[in-house]
C-alpha cells in the first residue's frame, strides 16, 4: 500500500516538475530562444511589415523550442496514461504535425507577405506553445474510457 502511495506520490510530484518547466519555457522565452515574432505579435501586427530575421537561426530556435515542449509533453502523457502504444502513437504525431508546422512556418515567411499574419501568427503559436498536449490528454482520456467500457 505505502509503495503504491509513493509511486502515486512520485508520479505526481514528477508531473508538477513538469509542468513547471512548461511554465518556466515560456516565461523566459525572450532569454532562451532567438524569436524577433515574440514582440511583432505584441504589437499592431496587422499593419506591420514582418520583422527582420535570420532564418536558420529562427529555424533552429523553432525546432530546439518544439523539441523540449515535445518531450516534456509526451513524458507527461507517459506519466498520465503509462502506455508504450500510445506513447509511441504520441511521438508519432508530435513528429509528423511539427514537420508539418514548420514547412508552414517557412513557407508562410517565404512566400508570402505580411497580409497573412494571421496565418503565420497560429503556425507559430502551434510550434511554440504546448497546445498539442491540451488536445491529446482529453482526447487520449476518453479514448480509454471508451476502450473500458
Same mark, same amino acid.
Given at each position: 500500500?505505502?509503495?503504491?502511495?509513493?509511486? @502515486?506520490? !512520485?508520479?505526481?510530484?514528477? *508531473?508538477?516538475?513538469?509542468?513547471?518547466?512548461?511554465?518556466?519555457?515560456?516565461a523566459?522565452?525572450?532569454?532562451?530562444?532567438?524569436? =524577433?515574432?515574440? +514582440?511583432?505579435? @505584441?504589437?499592431?501586427?496587422?499593419?506591420? =511589415?514582418? =520583422? =527582420?530575421? +535570420?532564418?536558420?537561426?529562427?529555424?533552429?530556435?523553432? *525546432?530546439?523550442?518544439?523539441?523540449?515542449?515535445?518531450?516534456?509533453?509526451?513524458?507527461?502523457?507517459?506519466?498520465?496514461?503509462? +502506455?508504450?502504444?500510445?506513447? @509511441?502513437?504520441?511521438?508519432? !504525431?508530435?513528429?509528423?504535425?511539427? *514537420?508539418?508546422?514548420l514547412?508552414?512556418?517557412?513557407?508562410?515567411?517565404?512566400?508570402? +507577405?505580411?497580409q497573412?499574419?494571421?496565418?503565420?501568427?497560429?503556425?507559430?503559436? !502551434?510550434?511554440?506553445?504546448?497546445?498539442f498536449?491540451?488536445?491529446? !490528454?482529453?482526447?487520449?482520456?476518453?479514448? @480509454?474510457?471508451?476502450?473500458?467500457s
Open positions: 500500500m505505502q509503495l503504491r502511495n509513493l509511486n @502515486k506520490t !512520485l508520479r505526481f510530484s514528477v *508531473l508538477a516538475v513538469l509542468v513547471l518547466l512548461l511554465i518556466a519555457i515560456r523566459f522565452e525572450h532569454r532562451i530562444f532567438y524569436d =524577433p515574432f515574440l +514582440d511583432y505579435f @505584441k504589437n499592431d501586427y496587422l499593419n506591420l =511589415p514582418f =520583422p =527582420p530575421y +535570420d532564418g536558420l537561426a529562427l529555424l533552429g530556435s523553432m *525546432l530546439l523550442r518544439y523539441l523540449i515542449n515535445s518531450v516534456i509533453s509526451v513524458a507527461i502523457i507517459y506519466l498520465v496514461f503509462t +502506455d508504450a502504444s500510445l506513447i @509511441k502513437l504520441t511521438i508519432v !504525431l508530435y513528429a509528423v504535425l511539427g *514537420l508539418l508546422l514547412l508552414a512556418l517557412f513557407g508562410l515567411l517565404c512566400f508570402s +507577405d505580411s497573412s499574419n494571421f496565418a503565420l501568427f497560429y503556425v507559430r503559436r !502551434l510550434l511554440i506553445q504546448p497546445l498536449l491540451l488536445l491529446f !490528454l482529453p482526447a487520449f482520456y476518453f479514448q @480509454k474510457i471508451k476502450e473500458a
